[in-house]
């Protein structure tokens, strides 16, 4: 009878990222209360042991130790326990996160643009931005505009286009809108109020879409 691989247990420090889950296909993952990560399960031979251990290094993560266990009915229940823990983790889809991002930015936008014209004199404020800028209140109206649609096009975007495209348009698309938000901004507390939130949930597309990592790609 064939005997099966021998068991090991990798234990790296720090919370192993849900986007490379799929790196390490076949082993256990369970996230520790202790801050670590164990990776767990069967290891065909030391080839393919050194080839986990060079993945550990790529990840930047400190190896803490390397054990081969045996497999008994309690280590089979931890595992369990964490690959449900890092399951539930793995969920977050960064596309549908970046897409849900953008649908709050532009609920913002709306929202300042709807109180901004029960303020008396909000004419005469983008009369004066169009002086200021150069530029004339229609073609102002269309800068307007054509932001909007951008943003809103994110929405779908940030769901359909590749991975690494799909990074890059949201980076830069962000960059861009927050120039906008600030360049055009008007003193009024509510319209600072909302032009932060706005900035604030711009920053987090910026940071996800940056630390984004797709192992297939």
């Not at 090991?8 to 720090?14: D, Q, S």
């Not at 082993?27 to 060079?54: M, Y």
């Not at 909000?122 to 109206?141: F, H, Y």
């Amino acid at each position: 009878m064939d005997m099966l691989p021998p068991l090991y247990e990798i234990r790296i420090a720090g919370h192993l990222s849900p986007q490379w889950v799929d790196w390490f296909e076949g082993l256990t993952i369970a996230l520790e209360d202790d801050g670590s990560t164990l990776l767990s399960g069967r290891v065909a031979d030391q080839a393919a042991l050194h080839g986990l251990l060079k993945k550990v290094r790529d990840l930047g993560m400190p190896l803490l130790s390397v054990n081969q266990v045996q497999f008994d009915e309690i280590h089979q229940n931890h595992s369990k326990q964490g690959e449900t823990k890092m399951n539930s983790i793995k969920k977050i889809d960064t596309k549908v996160l970046l897409s849900t991002l953008w649908i709050v930015v532009m609920i913002k936008m709306l929202k300042a643009d709807i109180l901004s014209l029960n303020i008396p004199g909000a004419a005469e404020e983008v009369a004066k931005t169009a002086t200021i800028t150069g530029a004339s209140v229609p073609q102002l109206m269309l800068v307007g505009a054509v932001m909007g649609q951008l943003g809103i096009a994110m929405i779908i975007l940030s769901r359909v286009l590749k991975y690494g495209i799909n990074r890059w348009v949201n980076i830069v698309v962000s960059i861009v809108t927050i120039a906008y938000i600030w360049g055009g901004m008007a003193s009024y507390p509510h319209y600072i109020f909302i032009a932060a939130v706005e900035t604030l949930c711009l920053l987090l597309i910026i940071w996800f879409a940056w630390v984004w990592r797709n192992i297939e790609a």
